[in-house]
């Protein structure tokens, strides 16, 4: 019967000792899904701005191609 007793119990603390150690995983992986989706939207944002930098980098190459072409011109001229 103390036998019995003794492995019940046994049973209750690796039970709770499951039970803790999984809530303690839910917790961590839900901060690093917090944190991965804080890192994803900053991401994205910086592409945005990258690609509006693109964008404005390529308008203004254009401009200074015309700009050169424009002074060539006036050089021939």
């Known amino acids: ?38 890192l994803l939207s900053k991401f994205n944002e910086n592409e945005k701005v990258k690609i509006e930098l693109i964008h404005e980098n390529n308008e203004l190459k254009r401009l200074l191609a015309d700009i050169m072409k424009e002074r060539e011109k006036d050089k021939r001229q």
Do not use: D, G, P, R
Not at 20 to 30: E, P, Q
């Open 1 to 38: 019967n103390n036998s019995t007793v003794a492995s019940i119990k046994q049973a209750m603390i690796n039970t709770s000792k499951l039970t803790s150690l999984f809530t303690t995983l839910k917790v961590t992986y839900l901060k690093l899904c917090k944190e991965f989706n804080y």
